[in-house]
């Protein structure tokens, strides 16, 4: 007798067509992330690429759900091509979610600095940011309202050690960052006629994820015995950091106090004083 083959369901065409604009969505991201990084493109062209795929992502998830409504009452395949686009969708939109959460809680502001009356100025940066880029001038009184009740524990880093260490353990930890180092200059002590100069450092910051260029300017000044050293943080484009300049000014000042303290010679120890010598008694004679 003739064998009767029963043919296959074919799988859900919504199930297959999430998975490949899923998967595309991802291809899309992962390229915006390397025009960013590489800096080949301007910062519109990369953040409208990177929206439109996880606009991409949004949709697969949406067929993904869809497809799973079909799979579940005509009992065809494509349950794993539909999970497949969910998971896709979901890892392209949770840390984008994550950052609008941010958002929603922290201030509109783009710029940090641990002296909002004299904060430290871009000297070099300012001549390397495009015309569509933030400004370099600090915004003033409104922004620095709005970082003491956002950042409330930003402040300047008061320590012992000289200018000349705080400026050393700035370039080193600024090093270890693996930041791009624009201009320096060294602090000089007040001579004969000529007032003292503050150490300064401008540095090039990239951001974790689409690694986007971040400004960072320190000044070191002297202060007493010790050293005084204020941070400015700022972001080139977009009016809202998500806490990032916050973060980096926090870990920055840490390292660098951590840093500093560790060159700081330590104070001689006092020699014990020595014991009196105590006076012997003379030797008792026998007597008879």
Request: hydrophobic share 45%; aromatic share 6%.
């Amino acid at each position: 007798m003739p064998i009767r083959r029963i043919a296959a369901e074919p799988p859900s065409r919504l199930a297959i067509w999430a998975r490949r604009i899923a998967s595309f969505a991802l291809c899309v991201a992962l390229l915006s992330i390397v025009i960013a990084r590489s800096g080949l493109l301007e910062i519109v062209p990369v953040l409208a690429t990177f929206a439109a795929s996880l606009m991409m992502a949004a949709i697969a998830i949406l067929i993904a759900l869809a497809s799973l409504i079909v799979i579940w009452r005509h009992g065809v395949e494509g349950l794993g091509a539909a999970l497949t686009a969910i998971l896709i969708g979901f890892v392209l939109l949770a840390y984008p979610s994550y950052l609008a959460v941010r958002a929603s809680r922290l201030p509109e502001i783009a710029d940090i600095t641990t002296d909002p009356i004299d904060p430290p100025r871009y000297e070099t940066i300012g001549r390397l940011r495009s015309r569509d880029a933030n400004p370099i001038a600090y915004a003033g009184l409104y922004a620095a309202q709005q970082q003491k009740a956002a950042y409330p524990d930003i402040a300047p880093l008061e320590t012992d050690a000289s200018p000349q260490g705080a400026y050393d353990a700035a370039m080193e930890v600024i090093a270890k960052r693996r930041w791009q180092v624009i201009n320096t200059r060294p602090p000089q002590p007040r001579q004969s006629g000529q007032p003292a100069r503050d150490g300064y450092i401008e540095a090039v910051a990239r951001t974790l994820v689409m690694g986007f260029r971040d400004d960072v300017a320190v000044r070191i000044r002297a202060n007493g015995e010790g050293a005084r050293v204020d941070v400015r943080s700022s972001s080139r484009y977009g009016r809202h950091d998500f806490g990032t300049n916050a973060a980096r000014v926090r870990a920055l000042l840490s390292d660098i106090d951590d840093l500093a303290g560790e060159d700081k010679p330590e104070a001689p120890e006092r020699p014990a004083p020595k014991a009196k010598p105590q006076p012997q008694k003379a030797p008792q004679r026998n007597r008879r």
